[in-house]
Structures are given as C-alpha cells and as structure tokens.
C-alpha cells in the first residue's frame, strides 16, 4: 500500500519573521491535506532541510513523495538545486517515487493576493488619492543569470496586468537586486513623473533581508520628495490566495496537469 507525504520545499531565511510564515503556510496546507503526511524543508540558512525534510516523511512510512518548490519562478533554484537534492535521495532508495511540481509562476491567484495586498494598502492610508493619479510601483527580486530574461519578463507582465486590471494611471517596474532599474533610481524617476501618490507592492513571498532594504529605501526616497505619498503594500505573505496555489501545485502532481 502507498503512503503519500507532501515536502513544501523553501528557499530558506536567516530572518525569523520568514520562517514563520513559512510556517504558517505549510500548517494551512496540512489542514487542507489531511490525507497526507504534509512536511517542509529549507535549501539552505535554515532548519530542517529539504533532506531533513525528506528523511522524516520516510521515517512515517511515505514511499510516493509529492514535491512543491516555495519558490515563485523557475530560477536555478527549481531547475537545478532542488531537484538535485531530489534526485540524490531518490537513487539512494529505489523503493520510493519522488514528483517535483513546478514554480508559482505568474498565476491568477497570486494577483488576486497581490491586488488585495494593494487594496489594503489604499484602504489604510490617510488620504484619498483616485488612481487615475497614482502609479503602481511593483517590485522584482532581480536576475541576471540564464534564467534573468524570463523571471524578469514575469514581473514585468505582473505589473501590466494589476496596473490596467485595477485601473491605475500607470505601472512601472523595478527590481530589489542584480537587474535594471535598481529600487532607489527607479522610485526617484517615478517620484519625477508628477503622480499624487505611487503604491510600492514588492512580489516576494514572504519578509527577510530584502524587504527590510525596500521598505527603507522607500523611506529615504519618500523623504527627498514630501509632495508625493508613498504607500507600502504588503508583499504577498501567507495570503490565502497564495495558499490556494500551492494547493493547486500539490493537486496537480496527482491529477496529471503538472505541465
């Protein structure tokens, strides 16, 4: 008889708030999953590992593991480094059958977080300020490897889409690292344009060292131009739209649809 176990794969934080909601993440998924063994694992900066992750679905009796990437896009870290870890186990136990789900990616779900993060963002803010007068600023990690001109393109259609679907007056895109525009020159030339107010929504999964470098440079830019408001948008975090696609990642590994 097959026992299945689910492994959430994570990149990993040296950021506690992080891996809380990490966390929190993988337990939603272990209620919307009860049938299965639902466990988690980090690439690296913190514990358990994806191995460790994996060692302790065995040790429960699980011989068809369901493997989910924590990750957004289809970097080096879903194409190369996880699956290597998979793989590696997987030609130590010839008993066991190992499936690896793909990235989030760009998914309907993901911008309905994101568009309610955004929301959110407007509701508690102490003006109002229509949108046709505002510009909707979205933040990228950043890549500039092989993998650089596709997760980049992804932010880019990210922000297209929220910015025409929510009826903003424009959308502009800039990255946390390694790719152009830099967070700092492209809030500044942003700031530039005239708007009333730019929202900054940062698609990242969840808080850590980035963030916290977004969040101040947001500040510092705000401060050399007081007659713009700047409004900080929640990154998507453990949103229950962002569960809801890991959900679907999961599911797709059984249904056949993980194309």
Same mark, same amino acid.
């Not at 209620?31 to 900066?45: I, M, R, S």
């Given at each position: 008889?097959?026992?299945?176990?689910?492994?959430?794969?994570?990149?990993?934080?040296?950021?506690? #708030?992080?891996?809380?909601?990490?966390?929190?993440?993988?337990?939603?998924?272990?209620?919307?999953?009860? #049938?299965?063994?639902?466990?988690?694992?980090?690439?690296?900066?913190?514990?358990?590992?994806?191995?460790?992750?994996?060692?302790?679905?065995r040790d429960l009796g699980v011989d068809?593991?369901?493997?989910?990437?924590?990750?957004?896009?289809?970097?080096?870290?879903?194409?190369k480094d996880v699956p290597a870890i998979?793989?590696?186990?997987?030609?130590?136990?010839?008993?066991?059958?190992?499936?690896?789900?793909?990235?989030?990616?760009?998914?309907?779900?993901?911008?309905?977080?994101?568009?309610?993060?955004?929301?959110?963002? #407007?509701?508690?803010?102490?003006?109002?300020?229509?949108?046709?007068?505002?510009?909707?600023?979205?933040?990228?990690?950043?890549?500039?490897?092989?993998?650089?001109? #596709?997760?980049?393109?992804?932010?880019?259609s990210i922000c297209r889409m929220l910015?025409?679907?929510?009826?903003?007056?424009?959308?502009?895109?800039?990255?946390?690292?390694?790719?152009?525009?830099?967070?700092?020159?492209?809030?500044?030339?942003?700031?530039?344009?005239?708007?009333?107010?730019?929202?900054?929504?940062?698609?990242?999964?969840?808080?850590?060292?980035?963030?916290?470098?977004?969040?101040?440079?947001?500040?510092?830019?705000?401060?050399?131009?007081?007659?713009?408001?700047?409004?900080?948008?929640?990154?998507?975090?453990?949103?229950?739209?962002?569960?809801?696609?890991?959900?679907?990642?999961?599911?797709?590994?059984?249904?056949?649809?993980?194309?």
């Amino acid at each position: 008889m097959t026992t299945t176990g689910v492994l959430v794969c994570g990149h990993g934080s040296r950021d506690v #708030e992080a891996i809380k909601e990490f966390e929190i993440l993988v337990h939603a998924l272990t209620d919307l999953f009860p #049938e299965y063994h639902v466990k988690h694992g980090y690439l690296e900066f913190a514990q358990p590992t994806i191995q460790d992750g994996l060692n302790t679905l065995r040790d429960l009796g699980v011989d068809r593991f369901l493997a989910v990437p924590g990750m957004l896009f289809a970097g080096g870290h879903v194409k190369k480094d996880v699956p290597a870890i998979l793989n590696a186990v997987a030609s130590q136990h010839k008993d066991i059958s190992i499936q690896f789900g793909r990235e989030l990616g760009v998914d309907s779900k993901l911008l309905l977080a994101a568009a309610d993060r955004i929301h959110t963002a #407007e509701a508690n803010a102490p003006n109002r300020i229509p949108r046709d007068k505002t510009l909707l600023m979205v933040v990228g990690r950043g890549a500039a490897n092989s993998d650089a001109s #596709e997760t980049n393109d992804n932010v880019v259609s990210i922000c297209r889409m929220l910015s025409q679907d929510m009826g903003f007056a424009k959308g502009a895109v800039c990255y946390a690292g390694v790719a152009d525009p830099l967070i700092e020159p492209g809030l500044k030339h942003a700031a530039a344009l005239g708007f009333r107010r730019i929202i900054v929504f940062s698609y990242l999964l969840f808080t850590g060292v980035l963030i916290n470098r977004i969040y101040s440079t947001i500040d510092q830019v705000a401060a050399e131009f007081p007659t713009v408001e700047f409004l900080k948008a929640q990154y998507l975090g453990p949103h229950p739209k962002v569960i809801e696609t890991f959900a679907d990642r999961i599911r797709s590994l059984t249904d056949g649809n993980n194309a």
